[in-house]
Nanobody, 127 residues
Framework: EVQVVESGGGFVHTGESVRLSCTLSGFTGDSWGVGWFRQAPGKEREAIACLSSPDGTTTYTDSMKGRFTLSSDNAKKTVYLQMDNLKPEDTAVYYC????????????????????WGKGTLVTVSS
């Protein structure tokens, strides 16, 4: 069974950092693409970034560049989203999604390209 599981959310204060994890299970091989997305209360879902394995190629939505960084541990089939200098407007449910044998596009991060979604993890940033 294919599963995508996020972890690492919680409550933080403005200016602090959080690292979210996205772990894949049931994926065969080492080629996959993982995207991170978020949805704030009352707002539409936003794309954050995408990482392709095994080469580690990344694509970031323009508005997310600078404070958000992707990395991966291929052996653990885990992708990390490091979020620094958090602001109250970063409060959202953060979702990870994945697709086997997917190379992230250089032109953007596309939710419709993803096949498997996690249930999300809530990050709350207090002022």
């Amino acid at each position: 069974e294919v599963q995508v599981v996020e972890s690492g959310g919680g409550f933080v204060h403005t200016g602090e950092s959080v690292r979210l994890s996205c772990t894949l299970s049931g994926f065969t091989g080492d080629s996959w693409g993982v995207g991170w997305f978020r949805q704030a209360p009352g707002k539409e879902r936003e794309a954050i970034a995408c990482l392709s394995s095994p080469d580690g190629t990344t694509t970031y939505t323009d508005s997310m560049k600078g404070r958000f960084t992707l990395s991966s541990d291929n052996a653990k089939k885990t992708v990390y989203l490091q979020m620094d200098n958090l602001k109250p407007e970063d409060t959202a449910v953060y979702y990870c999604a994945a697709r086997p044998f997917y190379l992230c596009s250089a032109y953007g991060v596309f939710a419709e390209a993803m096949h498997y979604w996690g249930k999300g993890t809530l990050v709350t940033v207090s002022s």
